[in-house]
């Protein structure tokens, strides 16, 4: 089955929702993220967002970046570090409520929910998290959706191998593993950890970085570093080939482009990626 290919909005942090929808299809995507800002700002009405997507032949399917629901994140005065987080505003992830999520997807045809725990406390106890997971698939459920669980260094979720232990304690049909390429080896994973847990994985970021310089500012576009993404994707390929391949590439020189120009490099490194898996 032939991939398809997914423009995660944080590669085109510059372009607005509707810039999103036209240059994702412009550069040969079918499907982009976005979040529940960015669809309020975006200056259309549901229908004529739906038009424009069908127009452009491109779908929603994730809506990113829910931190609200999940216990031992920032809250109060601790959440302004965060209005700077390397040159992002990022205070929305612990303030945008669950329930807006749920309203962007119904609006925009979404099937799922990024679930973070972005600079949550990593004492926090893995049965309370379970227990707050637990609730969140039950809620996302009733809506029609899947919960992708993005695991984050430094967190209470700090790896994928937390992030699969939660899950099978959890056991929600709809919940299920974001697999970032950046976060996966600077919490000390594989490739090998990916082929064990493939099976669990919901939401493909792919992204490239210098394994001598894995906290580098920005992310690379696949291809520019030199991680073995060819053998992280291909595993979950195998286990679940219509899941579409996303890209997520913070990256300020991207940001610097015009958003056409950005979205046809992403998607000319992530079609390179796709092929070498095997299409």
């Known amino acids: 089955m032939s991939a398809e290919l997914e423009l995660c909005t944080g590669t085109v942090r510059q372009a607005g929702l509707v810039e999103l929808i036209e240059v994702a299809g412009r550069a040969g995507f079918s499907a982009i993220t976005t979040n529940p800002t960015q669809y309020a700002g975006a200056g259309a009405d549901d229908a004529t967002l739906r038009q424009m997507m069908a127009d452009a032949g491109v779908r929603v399917t994730n809506i990113d970046g829910m931190g609200s629901v999940l216990p031992g994140i920032p809250v109060g005065a601790a959440i302004e570090r965060y209005r700077d987080f390397h040159g992002r505003d990022v205070r929305r992830t612990f303030t945008t409520p669950e329930d807006a999520f749920y309203r962007t997807a119904d609006a ?43 695991f984050l260094p430094g967190t209470g979720i700090p ?18 593993i974001t697999l970032d390429c950046r976060h996966l080896v600077r919490s000390g994973g594989d490739a090998d950890d990916v082929a064990a847990q493939a099976g669990l994985v919901g939401l493909l970021q792919m992204d490239d ?71």
């Open 108 to 150: 925009l045809g979404g099937d799922s929910v990024n679930l973070v725990h972005f600079a949550g406390d990593p004492s926090t106890s893995e049965a309370l998290l379970v227990d707050r997971l637990g609730e969140a698939s039950a809620r996302a459920d009733a809506h029609g959706l899947r919960i992708a669980l993005e």
């Open 209 to 279: 970085l210098f394994i001598d310089e894995p906290d580098g500012p920005d992310r690379l576009l696949p291809g520019h570093g030199d991680l073995p993404l060819v053998d992280m994707l291909t595993p979950v390929r195998r286990a679940h080939p219509e899941l579409p391949v996303g890209i997520e590439v913070f990256n300020g020189d991207l940001y610097a482009m015009p958003a056409l120009d950005a979205a046809m490099a992403a998607a000319a490194s992530l079609r390179a990626l796709v092929e070498a898996c095997g299409g």
């Open 159 to 176: 790896d994928l191998v937390t992030a699969a232990r939660l899950v099978r304690a959890v056991g929600a049909p709809n919940l299920r």
